[in-house]
């Protein structure tokens, strides 16, 4: 029944070599294509609908014990806001990342039916399916965010709660999610197997978490760990967060914005000369 779904679905992409396209005409195709893998991606989440809220057990205590133990602490400096409020958008980022980190599963696991080699033999551009199975892990992630920013209301935690905060806020999350998406997929791409990504995933994720400014300032960590919060796309996406959900603004909105996307870029196209390997 699975195979027949994604038979159908796959009969929506576009086949851009059958004519001579102009350059707007690639770009229109490879987001169709792109489109249609995400909504394949997707259609796979409704099916299954309690991965959303088993997934976000671990944020919400994050945010719920270890929050409220640690404001009461007034160990971590944090401004003008409780340290529960400073966390909030590091909880947003971490769960983002958690789902996003092990999402090379899902090909992994289209490679073991038979799904990806029949996608695969396609014309359809590679990149198209990375970035649609990027959007797809970014749907799952605006899902989570959706639950914490419900808690948060909940908690009266202190954040500005404006429509364009929130939009800016989800868009922020999606781009996060192509990016450690996008990774998660070259790192399946290599490693082919179920069990060593795993073992590779839990090993990346929580170093990856630590070493960002998620759940304290940057500025107090020893010189080492603040080069690579520095370099870590995280620490980027917590600040953009932080700035819309508690400041109202970012100051380094420009920078924060430049090295996400160059980030997604980079990844995308390294995950896209990967992504056929995983069936050879």
């Given at each position: 029944?699975?195979?027949?779904?994604?038979?159908?679905?796959?009969?929506?992409?576009?086949?851009?070599?059958?004519?001579?396209?102009?350059?707007?005409?690639?770009?229109?195709?490879?987001?169709?294509?792109?489109?249609?893998?995400?909504?394949?991606?997707?259609?796979?989440?409704?099916?299954?609908?309690?991965?959303?809220?088993?997934?976000?057990?671990?944020?919400?205590?994050?945010?719920?014990?270890?929050?409220?133990?640690?404001?009461?602490?007034?160990?971590?400096?944090?401004g003008s806001v409780?340290?529960?409020?400073?966390?909030?958008?590091?909880?947003?980022?971490?769960?983002?990342?958690?789902?996003?980190?092990?999402?090379?599963?899902?090909?992994?696991?289209?490679?073991?039916?038979?799904?990806?080699q029949k996608l695969i033999a396609m014309p359809v551009p590679r990149p198209a399916f990375v970035t649609g199975k990027a959007f797809g892990a970014g749907v799952r992630a605006v899902s989570q965010v959706i639950i914490i920013l419900l808690l948060s209301l909940l908690m009266d935690i202190n954040f500005r709660w404006s429509a364009y905060g929130i939009l800016m806020s989800i868009i922020t999350i999606i781009f996060g999610s192509i990016i450690f998406s996008s990774l998660s997929m070259a790192l399946a791409a290599i490693v082919k197997s179920r069990e060593r990504f795993m073992g590779i995933g839990q090993v990346i994720t929580m170093p990856l978490f630590f070493a960002s400014n998620a759940i304290y300032p940057i500025s107090i960590m020893p010189r080492w760990l603040q080069i690579i919060a520095r370099i870590n796309p995280l620490s980027y996406i917590v600040e953009l967060l932080r700035g819309y959900l508690i400041n109202g603004s970012v100051p380094n909105a420009g920078f924060d914005w430049l090295v996400i996307i160059s980030a997604t870029i980079i990844i995308q196209i390294i995950a896209a000369g990967l992504y056929p390997k995983i069936v050879t």
């Amino acid at each position: 029944m699975k195979c027949d779904r994604s038979e159908s679905a796959s009969s929506a992409l576009v086949d851009i070599k059958q004519y001579n396209p102009s350059p707007l005409s690639t770009f229109t195709a490879y987001l169709a294509n792109s489109f249609t893998i995400a909504e394949m991606e997707i259609r796979k989440l409704r099916h299954d609908p309690t991965e959303l809220f088993t997934r976000a057990i671990q944020p919400v205590l994050w945010l719920v014990i270890f929050g409220q133990a640690l404001s009461r602490v007034r160990a971590i400096p944090t401004g003008s806001v409780n340290y529960q409020t400073f966390m909030a958008p590091g909880i947003l980022a971490q769960s983002m990342m958690f789902i996003s980190i092990f999402y090379g599963l899902t090909i992994i696991w289209d490679k073991d039916q038979g799904i990806l080699q029949k996608l695969i033999a396609m014309p359809v551009p590679r990149p198209a399916f990375v970035t649609g199975k990027a959007f797809g892990a970014g749907v799952r992630a605006v899902s989570q965010v959706i639950i914490i920013l419900l808690l948060s209301l909940l908690m009266d935690i202190n954040f500005r709660w404006s429509a364009y905060g929130i939009l800016m806020s989800i868009i922020t999350i999606i781009f996060g999610s192509i990016i450690f998406s996008s990774l998660s997929m070259a790192l399946a791409a290599i490693v082919k197997s179920r069990e060593r990504f795993m073992g590779i995933g839990q090993v990346i994720t929580m170093p990856l978490f630590f070493a960002s400014n998620a759940i304290y300032p940057i500025s107090i960590m020893p010189r080492w760990l603040q080069i690579i919060a520095r370099i870590n796309p995280l620490s980027y996406i917590v600040e953009l967060l932080r700035g819309y959900l508690i400041n109202g603004s970012v100051p380094n909105a420009g920078f924060d914005w430049l090295v996400i996307i160059s980030a997604t870029i980079i990844i995308q196209i390294i995950a896209a000369g990967l992504y056929p390997k995983i069936v050879t």
